[in-house]
């Protein structure tokens, strides 16, 4: 085994045990912090069906967004279907036989690369031109954008420009996956995306990206309106 | 609440490590990393066994090398410039298209929509 597959199998599982352990575990702080207040923001559903409607228009369409900043609204929205499109297409890199449903997804041409860079070179540039938006902006914010775009450049690359072998980029993310190290592929610009990438899950659990599951768990969004039929207990509230 | 917060962390576990543990269901932890065995290229009688680029480059490129002279013959007509590029020419010496691009393809999970069984237009089955 090279020094560069062996530093790469470190890295590449020391990231992953980070982003794991770290994104569980704020999963498990925002599931087991109490909500103490019934604040279900209104209109709000009035049961625990109308909660999942409520959810899928968040998380599918983003919704609270759409009604308050159109403009933002179609760059994100761009931005996280082209997000998922991706993510999608790469999972064919981690099972050994790639379902024919998957097969079939990634045989659509539709550059979704660029449209994912183009989405994330506007939201940053609202950023920057929108006076309430620069004037929240923190630096992380900048910072993750230019990591994503940085990622979705390089990717943009090894796709189209200066190939690398698929095949030999497989082999490599299955021996991860099976625990039995392959070499990993020298193309530079796979290096790079590749280490881009495991900086990116390091970052992950400590970064605004956490919203990902933190969504979930809004109580202005996950809430019932109920207040008058059943009584909100948090359970550290009954003593005794 | 207890209950719910397991339920919570549970569902996001099983999805992040999705892979390894359809890994782990099929028995393939440890073992090594598959990789598709692809029957050896035969040039017909009087021509020399070597792709029409260095092997490594045709293994990542002949995707842009394809579609390259696709354009170049149906749109600028260069059909003899570009000859050596035609699938007619890579089926002479890849002789069995499912034992050789297709392994690959399936493995990569990529379906090329030139083949006819693929609703495209070349060979919908293998050339001899």
Redesign the interface.
């Known amino acids: 085994m090279s020094g560069l597959t062996l530093l790469y199998t470190l890295f590449a599982y020391v990231a992953i045990a980070v982003?794991?352990v770290g994104?569980?575990a704020r999963?498990?702080k925002?599931?087991?912090t109490p909500s103490p207040l019934k604040i279900p923001l209104t209109p709000a559903p009035v049961n625990s069906v109308g909660v999942v409607y409520r959810m899928v228009q968040e998380v599918g369409f983003f919704k609270s967004l759409f009604y308050s900043n159109r403009i933002i609204w179609i760059g994100g929205y761009l931005m996280h279907i082209a997000l998922l499109i991706t993510i999608v297409k790469h999972l064919?890199f981690?099972?050994?036989?790639?379902p024919a449903a998957?097969?079939?997804i990634?045989?659509f041409e539709i550059y979704v690369g660029f449209i994912f860079f183009g989405a994330l070179a506007f939201l940053f540039l609202m950023r920057l031109v929108i006076d309430r938006t620069y004037y929240l902006s923190l630096m992380q914010d900048y910072v993750l954008l230019i990591f994503l775009m940085l990622i979705a450049a390089t990717g943009i690359l090894t796709k189209y420009y200066v190939?690398?072998?698929?095949?030999k980029v497989?082999?490599?993310v299955?021996?991860l996956?099976?625990?039995?190290p392959?070499a990993i592929p020298g193309d530079p610009i796979f290096i790079i995306h590749f280490t881009l990438v495991l900086l990116l899950l390091i970052y992950f659990p400590f970064s605004k990206l956490m919203h990902s599951?933190g969504i979930?768990?809004s109580p202005t969004r996950n809430q019932v309106d109920d207040a008058r039929e059943v009584r909100h207990v948090t359970?550290w509230a009954v003593k005794g | 609440m207890k209950m719910k917060a397991i339920t919570a962390f549970l569902v996001f576990l099983v999805i992040l490590t999705l892979p390894f543990l359809v890994s782990a269901v099929n028995g393939d932890i440890l073992s090594q990393a598959p990789q598709p065995k692809l029957e050896k290229a035969k040039a017909p009688a009087g021509v020399e066994n070597k792709c029409v680029e260095e092997v490594p480059y045709m293994r990542a490129n002949h995707m842009n090398i394809l579609k390259t002279a696709r354009v170049q013959v149906v749109r600028n007509g260069l059909r003899e410039k570009y000859k050596k590029y035609s699938l007619e020419n890579c089926f002479t010496c890849h002789r069995n298209r499912a034992e050789f691009c297709d392994k690959c393809h399936s493995y990569a999970g990529v379906e090329p929509g030139c083949f006819g069984d693929r609703g495209g237009c070349h060979y919908a089955n293998t050339k001899k």
């Open positions: 982003f794991l994104f569980l999963i498990w925002y599931a087991t064919r981690f099972f050994k036989t790639t998957l097969a079939w990634t045989s190939r690398t072998d698929i095949i497989k082999q490599f299955m021996g996956v099976q625990f039995r392959e599951g979930f768990f359970p």
